[in-house]
């Protein structure tokens, strides 16, 4: 299953994406790595409460854009 279907409500529920985590998705962290993808390219992670912040801040020490939303909900781009 695909965490696509997992955000239009489809299936079961996803779990955190942090490595180990197996508490149930709350949050869906929308992300893009700016210098190979456009600004309409999402990705998304699925996040616990607990990882929100860390997982976040992974992408940000990056320099990619993330906005966190509650899971099931999309974004459109990540500026």
Do not use: Q, Y
């Not at 299953?1 to 998705?25: I, Q, R």
């Not at 309409?40 to 939303?69: M, Q, Y």
């Amino acid at each position: 299953m695909s965490l696509l279907s997992m955000l239009d409500g489809a299936g079961t529920t996803a779990t955190c994406s942090s490595a180990g985590c197996t508490e149930p998705a709350r949050l869906a962290i929308h992300w893009r790595n700016p210098s190979i993808h456009g600004v309409d390219r999402v990705k998304t992670w699925a996040a616990c409460p607990e990882h929100r912040e860390t997982l976040s801040e992974w992408l940000r020490s990056r320099g990619f854009p993330v906005s966190v939303t509650d899971f099931g909900e999309t974004v459109e781009r990540v500026l």
